[in-house]
Each structure stands twice: as structure tokens, then as C-alpha cells.
């Protein structure tokens, strides 16, 4: 059986004026399906990059990745928007919510690439809230919650297509204690019904909750 993130020998470079910027350095790392990692690494160490790689949102500028089998690079702009939509579920540190929307309705935007009719996409999104304790506040706006409901219904948009993979980008970085370790709660339940779940951290108290910890510096893993 293949691992659902299986990375060889990834680098990636960026131009920047008068310089090229060498992200990853030759990362290789493997991943099984219902594991949690945490990555962990100094800032300019590369560990976002690889997230972004890992959710299908840029491309390596040389080595291979297969997410759950298929080669990406040798998909379309539309295929790997497909695959995002799919099978990837996205939590980040400022929450990416549409103001101007309700939290209902922010959580069904990754319908966009599924052909489901409204009403089944608002039953499954209000499903996801129900799951993250958000049920009673679907019709507000974002700018009516407070962080840690904002970071809960973007764990709900993430869990709403019932994706294989949840990458997480700090996603505690903007919330006091108590909230961060409600929210780290919810991530450790996702993983005890088999979700893969991959989070960037500072926090060894996050880090400590996974499975796993991938340590990187220098676009390069140092041990995992």
C-alpha cells in the first residue's frame, strides 16, 4: 500500500532580484495515511514551502511528489485544482475567510470544483460546523466570531468535502492558550478517526501531539 505523501528529493528555488532563494534542499519524507506530523524548523527553513507543495499550491523545481499515488507533476492547472478541492482540506494561521460572507456560506466555497446542488452543500457544511461546536452561528459573518470560533469554522470548511489529508499552517498562532488548546483538541480528534493531519508549528505543545516530528533548517530535514 502506497503512503499518501510520499516527497523524493524535493528542491525548490525562487528568483528574487539579483539572487535565487533555495528553499528546499533535497527534502525526501514519506507519509501514511491516518498519521499526524508535525514540522517543525526556524523561520526561512523551508517548512511552509513544503506544506504548500504538499497541498498541490506550487510545484517543485526538481525531485518527484505522489499524493496518494498519482504523480503531481504530471497533472493540469484544473486536474490539481480538482485534486485540492478533493482530497486536501487547508487550515491557516489568519483563517482566509470571505468577510462580506457568512460562516455558512464560507464553508461551502470548496464545492466550487463538485457538481452538488445548494442544498446538499449547505446540509454538509452545516454538518462540518455542527462537528466543530459552531452550529448555532452559521448565519454570522465572520467579523461576529471570535478567533477561536473563526479558526473552528475554518476547520469545518477544511473537513467539509471529507478530504484524505488536513495541512495546517500554524494554526494556533493567532489565539490565546486556552483557545489554542481547544483547537489543538479538535485536530487530535480528526486523527483518531484516521484523518492524515500535517501541521507547521512553533508549538512543541502542538508538536508534541502528533505522531510525528519533522524537524527541518536550512531547507533541509535534520531529522524526523
Given at each position: 500500500?502506497?503512503?499518501?505523501?510520499?516527497?523524493?528529493?524535493?528542491?525548490?528555488?525562487?528568483?528574487?532580484?539579483?539572487?535565487?532563494?533555495?528553499?528546499?534542499?533535497?527534502v525526501s519524507l514519506k507519509i501514511e495515511k491516518g498519521e499526524s506530523v508535525a514540522i517543525m524548523g526556524p523561520s526561512g527553513s523551508g517548512k511552509s514551502t513544503l506544506l504548500?507543495?504538499?497541498?498541490?499550491?506550487?510545484k517543485p523545481s526538481s525531485g518527484f511528489y505522489h499524493l496518494d499515488g498519482k504523480d503531481v507533476a504530471c497533472l493540469t492547472d484544473n486536474e490539481l485544482s480538482r485534486m485540492r478541492s478533493l482530497k486536501i482540506g487547508f487550515v491557516f494561521q489568519r483563517f482566509n475567510l470571505i468577510p462580506q460572507l457568512t460562516i455558512l456560506a464560507n464553508v461551502t466555497l470548496p464545492f466550487i470544483y463538485q457538481d452538488l446542488n445548494r442544498s446538499d452543500t449547505n446540509d454538509l457544511a452545516q454538518n462540518?460546523?455542527?462537528?466543530?461546536?459552531?452550529?448555532?452561528?452559521?448565519?454570522?459573518?465572520?467579523?461576529?466570531?471570535?478567533?477561536?470560533?473563526?479558526?473552528?469554522?475554518?476547520?469545518?470548511?477544511?473537513?467539509?468535502?471529507?478530504?484524505?489529508?488536513?495541512?495546517a499552517d500554524e494554526p494556533t498562532g493567532n489565539l490565546d492558550s486556552a483557545t489554542a488548546a481547544e483547537i489543538l483538541a479538535?485536530?487530535?480528534?480528526?486523527?483518531?478517526?484516521?484523518?492524515?493531519?500535517?501541521?507547521?508549528?512553533?508549538?512543541?505543545?502542538?508538536?508534541?501531539?502528533?505522531?510525528?516530528?519533522?524537524?527541518?533548517?536550512?531547507?533541509?530535514?535534520?531529522?524526523?
Open positions: 500500500m502506497h503512503p499518501i505523501i510520499h516527497a523524493q528529493n524535493l528542491h525548490k528555488t525562487y528568483a528574487e532580484p539579483g539572487k535565487a532563494v533555495h528553499a528546499l534542499k533535497g504548500h507543495i504538499f497541498g498541490c499550491l506550487d462540518a460546523l455542527a462537528q466543530v461546536g459552531l452550529g448555532n452561528r452559521i448565519h454570522h459573518k465572520p467579523n461576529e466570531l471570535s478567533g477561536g470560533e473563526l479558526q473552528r469554522a475554518a476547520i469545518a470548511r477544511a473537513l467539509v468535502t471529507d478530504p484524505l489529508i488536513i495541512l479538535l485536530f487530535v480528534a480528526l486523527n483518531r478517526h484516521k484523518r492524515t493531519v500535517i501541521i507547521v508549528t512553533h508549538n512543541m505543545q502542538v508538536a508534541n501531539s502528533c505522531q510525528r516530528i519533522v524537524n527541518m533548517i536550512d531547507g533541509k530535514i535534520s531529522h524526523s
